[in-house]
């Protein structure tokens, strides 16, 4: 089954702090695949504030008369603390969400979510990833966000078969 990268392409919406620059999506798209680890420590993003969210559009997949089976959202970073916050990692088309988990770990490294399912061609077009920091408690933590993308899994349509004389099955590459 064939597997497609979608990389960041856009904002949505950008309230985590900038390490450099004004859009969070530029900072998120060094198109490092897990499980290699992305630069970190800079080239990213970061939160101490309750309920920020940075949302972002996502490159598209020409599907032609193939479907979609799957697509895996990914992120690199850390929570700011196993006790007092938590970070939802959340896979979007539109104002849908299609998936969700809530990472606790502070351990800097990927994390995941899947959807299963169909989608037509623009919903896969309208693909976002959203990070939303939760904090439970007045101390101060710091939410990391090195790099995000989505790993679409498709399957292509099988070529038509038509049947000939004699009930023979011809290929449409046999032409």
Same mark, same amino acid.
């Given at each position: ?35 290699? &680890?992305?630069? #970190? @420590?800079?080239?990213? %993003?970061?939160? !101490? /504030?309750?309920?920020?969210? $940075? +949302? ?33 990692? &959340?896979?979007? #088309? @539109?104002?849908?969400? %299609?998936?969700? !988990? /809530?990472?606790?770990?502070? $351990? +800097? ?33 710091? &939410? ?32």
């Amino acid at each position: 089954m064939p597997t497609t990268y979608l990389d960041p392409d856009g904002d949505i919406t950008n309230q985590w702090t900038k390490s450099t620059g004004t859009v969070s999506w530029s900072l998120l798209d060094d198109a490092v695949r897990q499980p290699t &680890a992305p630069t #970190t @420590g800079s080239d990213r %993003l970061t939160t !101490t /504030t309750d309920a920020q969210v $940075t +949302e972002v559009t996502l490159t598209s997949l020409a599907l032609g008369t193939g479907s979609v089976v799957s697509v895996i959202a990914w992120w690199h970073g850390a929570n700011g603390s196993a006790t007092k916050s938590s970070v939802d990692l &959340a896979l979007y #088309t @539109g104002a849908t969400q %299609l998936a969700v !988990t /809530t990472i606790t770990s502070t $351990t +800097e490294t990927w994390y995941s979510v899947t959807y299963t399912g169909p989608l037509t061609q623009a919903e896969l077009d309208d693909l976002r990833i959203r990070l939303t920091y939760h904090e439970t408690s007045s101390t101060t933590t710091v &939410a990391i966000a090195n790099e995000v993308y989505a790993e679409a899994l498709w399957q292509p349509m099988p070529r038509p078969v038509q049947v000939g004389p004699r009930h023979a099955v011809v290929r449409a590459s046999q032409w």
